[in-house]
């Protein structure tokens, strides 16, 4: 298929166009876009913070109110509360450690 010279001048043009028309796709997010999700993750780890702090008081009164003021909590490699006193000794019934 032999094109001429005019063709390619048109298929040149219209490549063009179409790399500069899809250029802004490879903008990055804007500042507005770059404050609000900084502002998102920001809202994210003060809700997470305030979470966690919520399950710690949770996990202290459980064992408080289960053994007493002495105790406190701890919690075990695989994620489960644990009631010992404030020595780190385990509560001694069994039926009072959660």
Known sequence: MNLSKTQI?????ILISLAL????????????????????????AKRMAA???RVERAATEICVRLNGPGYTHRW??????????TKGI??????QSV
């Open 76 to 85: 075990t490699s695989e994620g489960q509360l644990r009631c010992v006193n």
């Open 51 to 53: 979470e966690e702090a």
């Open 21 to 44: 028309g899809c250029s802004h796709l490879l903008d990055g997010p804007d500042e507005i876009e770059s404050q609000r999700l900084y502002q998102q993750e920001l809202d994210d």
């Open 90 to 95: 385990p509560a001694a019934q069994l039926g």
């Open 9 to 13: 001048n048109w298929l040149s043009a």
